[in-house]
């Protein structure tokens, strides 16, 4: 391809709204442009990124045994009420009203129409397993679009389901997904991670996130320095703490009147005590129960009405975790963060001390090790305005602490740095952010009990399918890359996924030079070897910086001194310096760069 | 590949809802299955046989010297605003109200976002020509989607777009997109036929339509039995009429009540008159003239406020044709079909006849050659619920005839079966139902000057870009496919986009016999041609229904009997026997009855 005869509208300047490397450059060097708030079209170069990517997404995929489909970006909006994702998905679900009144959602995963899908066609065991998957375009209605194509409202998406009729099978296909996630990246040429990770709004049971490094990533990875642990810090679990309810009041317990001090950091300045001596009391309404007469429901049912969950006033309450500890612990199926104003005043909400849990019969407490802890603690006084010092654990709570039906003490906080490993093999935690570039899910039931997809056995007898589900960004497959491989000049394309794999630069495309350029470019293309030609009328300097900026592996400079010679330039772009290669050399020297 | 490993849904019975062909076979294949009015899964068989026509479609478009792009299915209305297509396309366009309160829409096609595009990153000469494309969904939110994937809301489309210098150019651009089109179709093995179109909605100046027969299509294709000349109906032009407004009254004009009789046949029967000897009056408004003041508008401009259409009550006014002649005779720039009460009343619309288009000042009035002619005429009486009968052309209208500046004579009718060929060689016309896969259009300027797109000579003046437009619904293909292609036993796809190209099917998939299967399959896939293996536990002859059901070109049927003398039975789809081939020749026959 010539470069005057395609758009590569490279620019000197980075856009004034790009903060992160790849929106930078995938702006300056012609590949994206975008079309209005998180909707960017992708040039011709950046098509061809994307299109590479892709392609190696779908070979990885066909040699896993997944058959590929194209399902509607239109899904009914009765099949997301089905499954309950109609308000989970809340406000990041874009809609859109036909002209009859009916509404359809503008897909952003297809997990309700797949799974629709094989409740209708699947029946038997020996229809399973199967893997499905397609690379289509997904919308979501992202609050704030940013950062190019990191944070989008439309985007294309590779997204995989499994079906499986045992838990033994579904961990077959999850590995196999696993292993071609593995492949993917590793011959995209990006340097990623695997770390466990939570399942999210998507439910399940079990997963791992593909992860690459990027500043502005919405991910924390939680990494162990001795190197055998990695997590996404939602998921991140912390090593064993030493704790205790015990310990001899440090003071009387002293009232201090905090009126106006809208977060923890400014009650602590006040009080002139750290947040790290302070408890922080979360109330959370328990949820979920099998309602009255259901079989579900066990006859003597505990059913506490609230989940009071205390950290130190330094850490983040991780909710997965705090759901895991209520349900494993007081069997509670589901928690949700309080949020109707007059239970909130009930609870004095802002200024709410671990006391007022053992007060309310209908309340247990989870406590994190951190909090549980023989020291100075300040607290909420359960009055409005009032903090208290001094607060003592015994002293306050009473016999409470020693009923395992009342409180607790378990792991419900965000990982932080220099917290110890869970491997406790006297390892630390590093945090550093990333990307999610591809994510495994083991789903389980959810969608097929939610959309009847069942299966009947060799004896005849039905059961739900087991899911899984597997997705991966295409676009965030360009972003990992440049975020990894660039320098001051531009892009670095890693050969499996750069917009051509060499480009030609002639000194003065005329006379002599072009027609070896001309030439070359054609046995280049002939040789499978895509291969741009810039034929602009511009200064050598203009299209060396071209070629650095967009970030083509290869480039060859042909000129009229080494011409004389039978010789052109050969100039790794990761290289510093150019070596001079005899014409007759090119092909073998190009394929060899390429396959380095 | 595996049947059981996949999912190809087949089934014994049409769907009650399917009427066409293709809309029952790509159901009842297994190919595609529909999730809600209007929108399709590609099951993994639709998905291969889509995927193969795009490749084709890809490489030819990049043959071509086209880039690919991916512009996003979000627009924002505003651009759609500028072109006032937001107003043309009417109810087609699905719309999408984002969190903020934005309304964006679901893209039917990409001229507004792409000329914008070009508009912002094409400056100079230099940069032309260019032609984009890219193969991507497209939503249109049809009135009453059906015929399966022949009248969808969500459909992928590729669409080119080409940006020149100069006509001759254009010129250069449009022929090398309708060679392309023409490559395309053929590799794809689907008869189809290239029409001269009208260009519709999309505005612009020249356009070729290439269609698949149909039954059920929206077009009706004109040709003449002389085989040279074909058409749309919207564009096909007829060939000379004679006409004269000549000739005396054959009766005294005679008033009959009319009332309470909604169409032209009702009338008719009524007053015993064949719709064929009445005159049927159109009243258009004349729009789009330059405002007041612009230097377009010449000072002394004559500006007639309507059109009369006069056109026999067994014709159907063709608009395309009307705005034409009224552009070339009377320098109108636009029409509309009246459509305010008050002057439809004023018109007295349904009881109009010519005679009232004389007596409007503000009138000029075309009349069709076959409406023009000396003979019994019934029409309106310009008088509410009346009609007259022996209505003569000069008794009624008299001298205004004669004057070019109030009545001309044209074509502005719908051509129909019988009418003569446009060649003027005798041929006469006749008329099939047809379906557009593709459409090349000359768009000239329309949407460059509402979106300044711009680009600078060589002596630095600026000038609008002149653009194409190329569009391929890529799912048509296979629609067009089936409907050509297909008995009473199922689909016979073309090689060339055949979800797979083999099938194998064991007698008994068990044994020797598997064995032999299994490694065929290999042995074909190692060769790069596409296998499917029917490995279900199911009677041959329901094996050999499915295949045939499924079209796959060739089928290898795998027994016991011939295996012991190391044979095979070769079953090519289209033909009626099968022949028995030894395992060594199996492969070279193969590739050869693919190739042919």
Not at 61 to 82: F, I, T
Not at 566 to 587: F, H, I, N, Q, Y
Request: aromatic content about 8%; overall charge negative.
């Amino acid at each position: 391809m010539r470069w005057s005869q395609t758009l590569i509208p490279t620019q000197k300047e980075n856009p004034a709204d790009a903060q992160i490397a790849s929106h930078q450059l995938l702006i300056r060097a012609g590949l994206i442009r975008q079309l209005t708030a998180g909707a960017y079209d992708f040039l011709p170069l950046g098509f061809r990124a994307l299109h590479k990517a892709t392609k190696i997404v779908r070979e990885e995929m066909d040699r896993a045994g997944a058959s590929e489909v194209l399902l509607p970006a239109l899904q009914p909006l009765e099949l997301w009420q089905k499954s309950g994702r109609d308000v989970a998905y809340g406000d990041n679900l874009m809609r859109s009203k036909d002209r009859h009144g009916r509404i359809n959602i503008l897909g952003p995963t297809h997990e309700e129409v797949i799974t629709e899908l094989v409740a209708a066609n699947v029946t038997s065991y020996k229809q399973l397993p199967l893997t499905l998957y397609q690379i289509q375009t997904k919308f979501r209605d992202e609050f704030r679009p940013r950062f190019g194509l990191l944070r989008v409202r439309e985007f294309l998406m590779k997204d995989a389901y499994s079906f499986d009729a045992d838990v033994e099978s579904l961990d077959r296909s999850y590995q196999k997904m696993y292993d071609a996630y593995t492949r993917i990246f590793s011959r995209c040429g990006i340097p990623f991670s695997v770390v466990e990770a939570e399942s999210g709004p998507i439910g399940g049971s079990a997963s791992h996130e593909f992860t690459a490094a990027c500043d502005a990533g919405e991910d924390i990875i939680v990494t162990s320095d001795k190197g055998n642990y990695a997590a996404n810090v939602e998921k991140a679990e912390i090593g064993e703490r030493p704790h205790t309810f015990g310990g001899d009041p440090k003071g009387e317990l002293q009232k201090v009147h905090t009126p106006n001090m809208p977060g923890i950091d400014d009650v602590g300045k006040f009080m002139k005590v750290k947040s790290k001596s302070m408890l922080k009391t979360l109330v959370f309404k328990a949820r979920g129960w099998p309602s009255v007469g259901s079989s579900d429901r066990p006859e003597n049912l505990s059913r506490p009405n609230w989940v009071v969950a205390v950290v130190r006033g330094d850490h983040d309450v991780n909710e997965a975790k705090l759901k895991k500890a209520a349900q494993e612990k007081f069997q509670i199926p589901a928690i949700e963060l309080l949020d109707d104003p007059e239970t909130r005043a009930e609870w004095c909400i802002g200024f709410c001390g671990p006391d007022a849990a053992v007060k309310n019969l209908r309340a247990v407490m989870i406590v994190d090790p951190d909090a549980a802890q023989d020291t100075f603690w300040a607290t909420g006084a359960n009055e409005i305005d009032y903090h208290v010092k001094y607060f003592n654990w015994f002293r306050e709570c009473g016999q409470a602490l020693a009923d395992p039906k009342k409180v607790v003490v378990a792991d419900i906080r965000n990982a932080m740095e220099g917290d110890p490993s869970p491997k406790n093999d006297g390892g630390k935690l590093k945090t550093s952010r990333g990307i999610e570039i591809g994510h495994v899910f083991k789903l389980g039931t959810k969608y097929s009990e939610a959309l009847d997809a069942n299966y009947l056995d060799d004896e005849g007898k039905s059961h739900p399918i087991i899911m899984g589900c597997y997705g991966i960004g295409i676009g965030r497959i360009l972003i990992a890359a440049v975020e990894a491989l660039h320098d001051e000049r531009g892009i670095i394309w890693p050969a499996a996924i750069a917009p051509y794999s060499v480009i030609i630069t002639p000194i003065r495309y005329e006379g002599e030079v072009k027609d070896a350029a001309d030439k070359l470019h054609d046995q280049l293309e002939s040789a499978g070897i895509d291969t741009l030609l810039d034929d602009r009328d511009a200064r050598p300097g203009v299209k060396f910086a071209g070629a650095d900026l967009i970030g083509i592996p290869v480039r060859i400079n042909i000129g009229d001194r080494g011409l004389k010679e039978g010789k052109v330039e050969l100039k790794p772009r990761k290289a510093t310096d150019a070596t001079m290669v005899s014409l007759s050399d090119v092909m073998g020297q190009v394929k060899a760069l390429l396959a380095s």
